[in-house]
């Protein structure tokens, strides 16, 4: 593939062609703020936080979905993308709680760092804000769909695994949100709490419920470690505070994304000293059970009992 050099900042840099400006730019160590761009997946161009302007071009292009061409000039951080980027920040946060000293995410928000960075204190546009009950209906995801920003990474992610696709958008304008089928809660949807969305979420609307109130994100250390259950060796985090493993979490993005629930559900119960209660649906509620009931084994062995019943043996 051909090389293409371009001016970012004022410093040239070479990328093949069909590389975006934010690649390009991340390429040369010049930041440009993202919500909405995963690496691991298509351009999307939703959030519009990349702005960047690039004189000749109509209006500030999104650089996460703007291809490179010989000759460019980009500017990272104008005044005019400066601007831009202050706005979105500000419209987001106009309809967001401000809740930030309780919220699971604290500290580790994309939100909170670029309002932080851009000098966002507080929202200056007034009106109707979202006003969605809190879906803690599933046993290790909880949902606040009034921090979600809509930025489509959970969709997206959903969405790449095969069989899933278990959310998507939903409703139109203000009142779009991300839905599961018929917008049921998600405890009621095909979700297999492999947790990948929460790994990729932005914001707080997103959060894993085994950790919730168990330590902020400045006190625990992730380490990475390789699932052995299967030939895949998936790549997961185990959560560490004060030097004792407090969960299991799906990998943020990157080589090696986490692929399956039986992996992180088996490294909790090998790590956590604490592990999870295994819980099972039972007149339409999750109730804690035992592993033996939790895994069939209970049924194989009435059956084994019927059975040596049956031949006499
Ligand atoms: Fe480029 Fe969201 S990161 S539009």
């Known amino acids: 593939m051909p090389n293409v050099t371009l001016t970012i900042d004022g410093r040239q840099v070479t990328v093949p062609a069909g590389t975006t400006v934010l690649e390009a730019a991340r390429e040369a160590g010049i930041f440009i703020p993202t919500l909405c761009h995963d690496p691991l997946l298509p351009g999307w161009g939703a959030c519009r936080l990349c702005v960047v302007e690039i004189p000749g071009?109509?209006?500030?292009?999104a650089s996460c979905v703007t291809p490179v061409a010989e000759g460019m000039v980009v500017?990272?951080?104008?005044?005019?993308?400066?601007?831009?980027?202050?706005?979105?920040?500000d419209l987001l946060l106009s309809n967001h709680p401000m809740d930030c000293l309780t919220c699971e995410k604290n500290g580790d928000c994309r939100l909170q760092d670029y309002a932080f960075l851009y000098g966002v204190r507080q929202p200056s546009f007034k009106g109707e804000k979202k006003n969605y009950p809190l879906d803690d209906s599933n046993p290790y995801i909880v949902r606040d769909l009034n921090k979600c920003i809509l930025c489509g990474r959970c969709v997206?992610?959903?969405?790449?695994?095969?069989?899933?696709?278990?959310?998507?958008f939903g409703y139109r304008g203000f009142n779009t949100k991300v839905v599961t089928a018929m917008d049921t809660p998600l405890g009621d949807s095909?979700?297999?709490y492999c947790g990948r969305c929460v790994?990729?979420?932005?914001v707080g609307a997103l959060t894993y419920k085994p950790l919730a109130g168990k330590g902020r994100t400045w006190e625990v250390e992730k380490r990475p470690v390789t699932c052995t259950f299967?030939?895949?060796g998936c790549a997961f985090d185990l959560v560490v505070k004060?030097?004792?493993v407090i969960g299991v979490m799906a990998k943020e993005p990157g080589p090696g994304r986490p692929l399956c629930l039986k992996g992180r559900l088996g490294l909790e119960l090998l790590y956590v000293e604490e592990p999870l209660k295994p819980m099972l649906k039972k007149d339409?509620?999750?109730?804690?059970v035992s592993w033996a009931e939790a895994l069939g084994l209970e049924s194989i062995l009435d059956r084994m009992k019927k059975v040596e019943g049956k031949e006499g043996r």
């Open 57 to 61: 071009m109509r209006n500030l292009p």
């Open 75 to 89: 500017y990272t951080a104008s005044e005019a993308v400066i601007e831009a980027r202050r706005t979105i920040i």
């Open 156 to 168: 997206r992610t959903c969405q790449a695994v095969p069989e899933r696709a278990v959310i998507d």
């Open 190 to 192: 095909s979700c297999v």
């Open 199 to 202: 790994a990729v979420c932005p």
């Open 230 to 232: 299967c030939e895949s």
């Open 242 to 244: 004060n030097g004792r």
């Open 284 to 288: 339409g509620q999750f109730v804690p």
